[in-house]
């Protein structure tokens, strides 16, 4: 832990990118977060979500203490607890009866130990990352084609460009750093690379695109085997290339001719114009210097494995790959993805890039000494929670992630965790779907307290470095994983005291017979002998970097040097590939799930600052207006998304962009917060059958109105339990809690309902109006003048505005006419509500910048930042701020 005062150089908790963070710890404890403009990932940007991270730092959702069938123990019982607990299920039923789910939020270290002991002392491989549920296909398709997991380029390229391919990855919101960096190289060179954004959805991302092409969903490797086979036509193949590093070309474009032969056919399965699908084919092809960006619209589908190799193909065809400004580029969803699957925390790989090849299992069993080693993989995420639902699994840990928010069809993960004998979890936070179903709460340290590795989108290792002391009993990951081994009997392969002790043993391995690199991908032996002093100050790094290498490579596979068991990269046969699920009459519409701007995975962290809360407050479904109409919903109305496999009530949201026939749910909400707002409880399970990873953009859904009796919110001063009723859901206010209503029983007198949840102490004050004739009821509680509580009811969804009531938490005490103003339900004169949050990083609301375009004639962004900021930090509310412009 460092002192008060000093700057901590550390990394952003949230996506792929990577962010270096400069962190400044203040004298009460909270901290000052800014960007590390030393960093090579981000040179000092930050996003909405990183610029806020000072303002998540409090302890009161936390798992501060063990805890063993809800009562509170020490360590010491906790953990031998557990211990008897697998020991049982092992000696009972084997090494397939136990199972450890795990996390892109782990460190590098805390994975190492969790692989070592599953594969190396269990002997079972049912271990399993919620990396699968994002870039598994993207692993698969990297495998297939150069025979090893990588990534072949660096973010640089992004920049050295001159076309960037964006497929299925609204970068704009989710790798904002990233798409800022485009954005600054189109600034200085003259507005190259240009853009090209493939999505079903017009996104942020489209905002400084030339084109944007909303293929059908599903359509993507139709679109890529057309490009294979114009590539082919027109001559654009680099057959240099093709003869000495690629095998498989021919037989690939066999595939890509029998199912995309022209543009008109191409035109018929995507959905696109002939026309824009020929220029983007010309474009593609007489541009040398193209980066591919893909991410979960291309690998979280059914055939997501193939759609990467297709965009692959491409590549390898034209010899575009490994040199300065081209190739595919997998951008990963989590801080430690990458690290993850360098260490094997994926079921069907060993360890170190090794998958259970008969001399890898000998190889790490030697390296290991290990005495019962996994020789086969282990099940795939949805077929471990399949098998925890059929019993075959008895005994499981989760550390660092909340499954039963995040898989498909996540009502069938709740029932699985439910009839599971032992149910162990790890986490942070005392309070998510999945904790509250364990036997046993191991509290783990989060980001600040940890001390670590992780591995971004381009292969670079960064440090996470503490600067707070560990709150409560709260320990990392690897040391709880470490004192399991040891009472399972595993002393001698766990003399681990420190992550830099963990982090020696992980480079070694990955040099480990592995001839400087030439038979493996992952090698980081240089770093093997690194004294603990020297991993205090490790400085970002990429790898390969084996044994006497002095710097990482940028980029890879430009001269060949594959993989493969021939050493060439092979070009994959790709045919007709369409969702395993089609609409139907019974559900018309499809749903795609995804992530929104300011909020990460299950909001654990996110979610407890205004800042981020503000701009999308509600879970949401984004529909067409004509879709809208003939479903009978309306714009911030309540609705049900009901498909075969769950249903979620969440607010209506109409977009004239959003494709007919399609509908957008994020999918962040979890019980805590919306309790009926968990949008993967909708999503089908079914999953790619090579990469394992579950098809979450493409469900059929019906989306019907959802009619309560009466609709509401509830501001409070105080976090309070909000009613039991049939939708809720709580969202943080800088001054205030807010929670949003809506139920189906009557209630008969506001009044006394409105005092049984807030309580009739004699110091409180209530100012109200009821009229039982309309079922309007407005009510607030002071306390010395000041006000404590408002609850506002009506009949239907038109309520008056929040963020002006929001406002008067922060009055010290409220004047005759903020009273007034309360009771009518409106704000009065000098009163003014700011609207929702626009810009997450000055706080700017949606009212303040439509009132400052139309009274100052403000006509760009710029004009905009210079008179409210809005829009100069992260620049990620840059493109909404143009719509506003628009709209006049």
Same mark, same amino acid.
């Given at each position: 832990?460092?002192?008060?005062?000093?700057?901590?150089?550390?990394?952003?908790?949230?996506?792929?990118?990577?962010?270096?963070?400069?962190?400044?710890?203040?004298?009460?404890?909270?901290?000052?977060?800014?960007?590390?403009?030393?960093?090579?990932?981000?040179?000092?940007?930050?996003?909405?979500?990183?610029?806020?991270?000072?303002?998540?730092?409090?302890?009161?959702?936390?798992?501060?203490?063990?805890?063993?069938?809800?009562?509170?123990?020490?360590?010491?019982?906790?953990?031998?607890?557990?211990?008897?607990?697998?020991?049982?299920?092992?000696?009972?039923?084997?090494?397939?009866?136990?199972?450890?789910?795990?996390?892109?939020?782990?460190?590098?270290?805390?994975?190492?130990?969790?692989?070592?002991?599953?594969?190396?002392?269990?002997?079972?491989?049912?271990?399993?990352?919620?990396?699968?549920?994002?870039?598994?296909?993207?692993?698969?398709?990297?495998?297939?084609?150069?025979?090893?997991?990588?990534?072949?380029?660096?973010?640089?390229?992004?920049?050295?460009?001159?076309?960037?391919?964006?497929?299925?990855?609204?970068?704009?919101?989710?790798?904002? !750093?990233?798409?800022?960096?485009?954005? =600054?190289?189109?600034?200085?060179?003259?507005?190259?690379?240009?853009?090209?954004?493939?999505?079903?959805?017009?996104?942020?991302?489209?905002?400084?695109?030339?084109?944007?092409?909303?293929?059908?969903?599903?359509?993507?490797?139709?679109?890529?085997?057309?490009?294979?086979?114009?590539?082919?036509?027109?001559?654009?193949?680099?057959?240099?290339?093709?003869?000495?590093?690629?095998?498989?070309? /021919?037989?690939?474009?066999?595939?890509?001719?029998?199912?995309?032969?022209?543009?008109?056919?191409?035109?018929?399965?995507?959905?696109?114009?002939?026309?824009?699908?020929?220029?983007?084919?010309?474009?593609?092809?007489?541009?040398?210097?193209?980066?591919?960006?893909?991410?979960?619209?291309?690998?979280?589908?059914?055939?997501?494995?193939?759609?990467?190799?297709?965009?692959?193909?491409?590549?390898?065809?034209?010899?575009?790959?490994?040199?300065?400004?081209?190739?595919?580029?997998?951008?990963?969803?989590?801080?430690? &993805?990458?690290?993850?699957?360098?260490?094997?925390?994926?079921?069907?790989?060993?360890?170190?890039?090794?998958?259970?090849?008969?001399?890898?299992?000998?190889?790490?069993?030697?390296?290991?000494?290990?005495?019962?080693? =996994?020789?086969?993989?282990?099940?795939?995420?949805?077929?471990?929670?399949?098998?925890?639902?059929?019993?075959?699994?008895?005994?499981?840990?989760?550390?660092?992630?909340?499954?039963?928010?995040?898989?498909?069809?996540?009502?069938?993960?709740?029932?699985?965790?439910?009839?599971?004998?032992?149910? !162990?979890?790890?986490?942070?936070?005392?309070?998510?779907?999945?904790?509250?179903?364990?036997?046993?709460?191991?509290?783990?340290?989060? /980001?600040?307290?940890?001390?670590?590795?992780?591995?971004?989108?381009?292969?670079?290792?960064?440090?996470?470095?503490?600067?707070?002391?560990?709150?409560?009993?709260?320990?990392?990951?690897?040391?709880?994983?470490?004192?399991? &081994?040891?009472?399972?009997?595993?002393?001698?392969?766990?003399?681990?005291?420190?992550?830099?002790?963990?982090?020696?043993?992980?480079? =070694?391995?990955?040099?480990?017979?592995?001839?400087?690199?030439?038979?493996?991908?992952?090698?980081?032996?240089?770093?093997?002998?690194?004294?603990?002093?020297?991993?205090?100050?490790?400085?970002?790094?990429?790898?390969?970097?084996?044994?006497?290498?002095?710097?990482?490579?940028?980029?890879?596979?430009?001269?060949?040097?594959?993989?493969?068991?021939?050493?060439?990269?092979?070009?994959?046969?790709?045919?007709?590939?369409?969702?395993?699920?089609?609409?139907?009459?019974?559900?018309?519409?499809?749903?795609?799930?995804?992530?929104?701007?300011?909020? /990460?995975?299950?909001?654990?962290?996110?979610?407890?600052?205004?800042?981020?809360?503000?701009?999308?407050?509600?879970?949401?479904?984004?529909?067409?207006?004509?879709?809208?109409?003939?479903?009978?919903?309306?714009?911030?109305?309540?609705?049900?998304?009901?498909?075969?496999?769950?249903?979620?009530?969440?607010?209506?949201?109409?977009?004239?962009?959003?494709?007919?026939?399609?509908?957008?749910?994020?999918?962040?909400?979890?019980?805590?917060?919306?309790?009926?707002?968990?949008?993967?409880?909708?999503?089908?399970?079914?999953?790619?059958?090579?990469?394992?990873?579950?098809?979450?953009?493409?469900?059929?859904?019906?989306?019907?109105?959802?009619?309560?009796?009466?609709?509401?919110?509830?501001?409070?001063?105080?976090?309070?339990?909000?009613?039991?009723?049939?939708?809720?859901?709580?969202?943080?206010?800088?001054?205030?809690?807010?929670?949003?209503?809506?139920?189906?029983?009557?209630?008969?007198?506001?009044?006394?309902?409105?005092?049984?949840?807030?309580?009739?102490?004699?110091?409180?004050?209530?100012?109200?109006? &009821?009229?039982?004739?309309?079922?309007?009821?407005?009510?607030?509680?002071?306390?010395?003048?000041?006000?404590?509580?408002?609850?506002?009811?009506?009949?239907?969804?038109?309520?008056?505005?929040?963020? /002006?009531?929001?406002?008067?938490?922060?009055?010290?005490?409220?004047?005759?006419?903020?009273?007034?103003?309360?009771?009518?339900?409106?704000?009065?004169?000098?009163?003014?509500?700011?609207?929702?949050?626009?810009?997450?990083?000055?706080?700017?609301?949606?009212?303040?910048?439509?009132?400052?375009?139309?009274?100052?004639?403000?006509?760009?962004?710029?004009?905009?930042?210079?008179?409210?900021?809005?829009?100069?930090?992260?620049?990620?509310?840059?493109?909404?701020?143009?719509?506003?412009?628009?709209?006049?």
């Amino acid at each position: 832990m460092n002192g008060t005062g000093e700057t901590i150089r550390t990394t952003c908790p949230y996506c792929g990118v990577g962010c270096g963070v400069k962190v400044t710890v203040d004298s009460d404890g909270g901290a000052q977060v800014e960007g590390d403009e030393q960093h090579p990932a981000n040179y000092g940007r930050l996003c909405s979500k990183g610029a806020a991270l000072g303002e998540t730092l409090s302890l009161d959702d936390r798992l501060l203490y063990p805890e063993v069938g809800g009562r509170r123990v020490s360590w010491d019982e906790a953990l031998d607890a557990v211990a008897a607990g697998f020991r049982q299920a092992l000696a009972e039923h084997g090494p397939d009866a136990v199972a450890f789910y795990v996390s892109g939020q782990l460190l590098t270290e805390d994975y190492y130990v969790a692989n070592k002991l599953m594969k190396g002392c269990l002997g079972g491989a049912n271990i399993d990352t919620n990396s699968r549920l994002c870039m598994a296909s993207s692993v698969a398709g990297h495998k297939r084609a150069f025979g090893s997991d990588t990534v072949p380029g660096c973010y640089e390229d992004l920049e050295e460009a001159d076309l960037v391919v964006l497929v299925g990855s609204n970068l704009a919101w989710c790798h904002p !750093v990233l798409y800022q960096r485009i954005l =600054a190289a189109r600034e200085r060179r003259a507005g190259k690379p240009k853009l090209v954004v493939i999505d079903p959805r017009r996104t942020a991302t489209c905002d400084a695109a030339e084109t944007h092409l909303p293929l059908k969903p599903g359509s993507d490797t139709a679109l890529f085997n057309g490009l294979l086979v114009h590539l082919y036509q027109q001559d654009r193949l680099d057959s240099e290339f093709l003869d000495q590093q690629v095998a498989g070309f /021919w037989a690939a474009y066999q595939a890509a001719k029998a199912v995309a032969p022209n543009v008109p056919t191409v035109a018929a399965k995507t959905g696109l114009p002939a026309s824009d699908i020929a220029e983007f084919y010309g474009l593609w092809g007489r541009t040398r210097k193209v980066v591919t960006v893909y991410s979960q619209g291309v690998n979280q589908s059914a055939h997501g494995s193939d759609k990467v190799n297709a965009i692959i193909n491409c590549y390898l065809a034209t010899g575009r790959i490994g040199q300065p400004g081209m190739g595919p580029f997998s951008v990963t969803g989590q801080p430690n &993805a990458m690290g993850g699957r360098e260490v094997g925390g994926l079921a069907n790989q060993l360890a170190a890039h090794m998958d259970f090849a008969p001399d890898a299992v000998e190889r790490v069993r030697r390296f290991w000494q290990a005495s019962a080693i =996994a020789e086969n993989p282990g099940l795939k995420a949805i077929d471990l929670f399949q098998a925890v639902a059929d019993g075959q699994i008895k005994a499981i840990w989760i550390m660092g992630t909340n499954p039963v928010v995040s898989l498909p069809d996540a009502d069938a993960a709740r029932a699985a965790l439910q009839r599971c004998p032992l149910v !162990v979890v790890s986490d942070a936070v005392a309070d998510t779907d999945t904790v509250r179903l364990a036997h046993i709460k191991l509290p783990a340290l989060t /980001w600040g307290e940890k001390e670590g590795t992780v591995t971004n989108s381009e292969r670079r290792i960064s440090r996470q470095r503490t600067f707070l002391p560990p709150p409560g009993e709260a320990k990392p990951d690897w040391w709880a994983v470490t004192q399991i &081994a040891r009472r399972l009997g595993f002393a001698d392969q766990f003399p681990f005291e420190s992550p830099a002790a963990i982090f020696r043993e992980h480079a =070694a391995l990955s040099g480990f017979e592995n001839e400087g690199g030439s038979r493996r991908d992952f090698d980081i032996s240089a770093l093997a002998d690194l004294a603990d002093a020297n991993y205090d100050t490790l400085q970002p790094v990429q790898w390969p970097l084996p044994r006497g290498a002095t710097a990482g490579a940028e980029r890879l596979f430009g001269a060949g040097g594959f993989f493969t068991a021939d050493g060439k990269a092979h070009c994959i046969a790709v045919g007709e590939r369409a969702p395993v699920h089609a609409a139907d009459d019974s559900f018309p519409l499809i749903l795609n799930s995804g992530r929104i701007r300011d909020q /990460w995975h299950t909001m654990t962290r996110t979610g407890k600052t205004a800042r981020l809360t503000g701009h999308i407050p509600e879970p949401y479904v984004e529909i067409h207006p004509v879709d809208a109409l003939a479903c009978g919903v309306s714009e911030n109305g309540l609705a049900r998304v009901h498909s075969r496999w769950g249903e979620v009530i969440v607010r209506v949201r109409t977009n004239p962009e959003q494709q007919p026939g399609n509908v957008f749910v994020p999918m962040h909400w979890g019980s805590p917060l919306a309790p009926r707002g968990r949008a993967n409880a909708v999503v089908n399970p079914v999953v790619d059958p090579l990469s394992g990873q579950p098809e979450s953009k493409h469900t059929p859904v019906r989306v019907q109105a959802y009619r309560p009796r009466w609709h509401g919110f509830l501001l409070s001063r105080e976090a309070i339990e909000p009613p039991a009723v049939e939708y809720r859901v709580s969202v943080r206010e800088q001054t205030c809690w807010r929670y949003e209503l809506a139920g189906e029983a009557a209630i008969d007198g506001w009044p006394a309902w409105a005092r049984d949840l807030l309580g009739d102490d004699p110091d409180r004050e209530w100012l109200e109006f &009821a009229d039982a004739g309309t079922g309007r009821y407005r009510g607030a509680v002071l306390v010395g003048g000041r006000l404590e509580a408002c609850l506002f009811v009506a009949p239907t969804h038109e309520l008056p505005p929040r963020g /002006w009531l929001a406002g008067l938490f922060a009055a010290p005490e409220l004047g005759s006419a903020e009273r007034a103003s309360l009771l009518a339900g409106r704000p009065g004169g000098g009163q003014r509500d700011g609207g929702r949050i626009v810009c997450a990083c000055f706080g700017v609301g949606l009212n303040t910048l439509t009132a400052a375009i139309r009274e100052r004639g403000l006509a760009t962004p710029e004009a905009i930042g210079a008179t409210l900021k809005a829009g100069t930090n992260c620049g990620s509310c840059v493109p909404e701020l143009r719509q506003l412009i628009a709209q006049g």
